[in-house]
């Protein structure tokens, strides 16, 4: 298994990480509600779902209401670590170090798998690779979960990072890259999405049925039900 460091494990993670929740306007606060609430409901009772990406496992708790077990994967050592103590009192929940592209998992364990508030793009990992192994871990009739933003959401997430750049959790904003979806810090940070089109690509030649829908034209989900 191989750590990939990155952005997330050496500057934003753990407090910080929580920061940068605790600081959104209340629209991206919406949204965040939106993508949970839309994941809660495709959980069903008894359930075993992945979480790709959990940094301090923000979205844990809601997902345990409801499923039987929860598995979250982060390859941040602290924020896992602080997740770990924060989500102590939930017994239905696990919190792992791993790669997301080559997850220790045999094949078809996974009811849902879960990827949520742009992690396709966040990981800045080979996409294909990451929906492949996602789909190989996902059991056969499980589904699988990625999020992008939409593009409508544009103006309200970048008031989002312009906020997270003021309070130095990331690097100075350059507008002069920053745009058409990308957000480009001059500390090397970059916030990118995945457009319809570029979701269809990366689909294709899986044997799969897949759909994109638009919640709370903040987010783009593609859900990929896998064939039994």
């Known amino acids: ?31 965040f509600n939106s993508e949970v609430e839309f994941v809660c409901n495709k959980i069903k009772r008894g359930d075993i779902v992945l979480d790709l990406g959990c940094g301090y496992g923000r979205i844990i708790p809601d997902l345990t209401h409801i499923a039987q077990t ?37 094949d078809g364990i996974f009811d849902l798998t ?23 871990v996902t059991k056969p009739g499980g589904i699988v979960l990625f999020s992008t933003y939409a593009e ?30 990308n957000i480009i810090c001059k500390d090397g940070f970059t916030a990118t999405t995945v457009s319809p089109a570029q979701f269809g690509k990366l689909m294709d030649g899986f044997d799969v049925d897949w759909r994109l829908e638009e919640v709370d034209e903040s987010s783009l989900f593609c859900e990929i039900v896998k064939h039994r």
């Open 1 to 31: 298994m191989i750590i990939m460091p990155g952005y997330y494990v050496k500057k934003l993670s753990a407090e910080r990480l929580k920061r940068v929740y605790a600081i959104a306007p209340p629209r991206v606060q919406g949204y």
């Open 70 to 106: 929860v598995i979250g994967i982060d390859n941040s050592l602290e924020s896992l670590q602080y997740g770990r103590d924060m989500l102590s009192h939930i017994a239905n929940c696990h919190l792992l170090c791993m790669n997301a592209v080559e997850l220790s998992f045999r």
């Open 114 to 136: 879960v990827c949520i508030q742009n992690g396709i793009s966040a990981f800045h990992v080979n996409q294909g690779e990451l929906i492949r192994e996602s789909i190989r």
């Open 152 to 181: 409508k959401f544009w103006p309200d997430r970048l008031e989002w990072f312009e906020r997270q750049s003021k309070e130095g959790l990331l690097g100075e904003i350059d507008y002069e890259k920053t745009g058409n979806g």
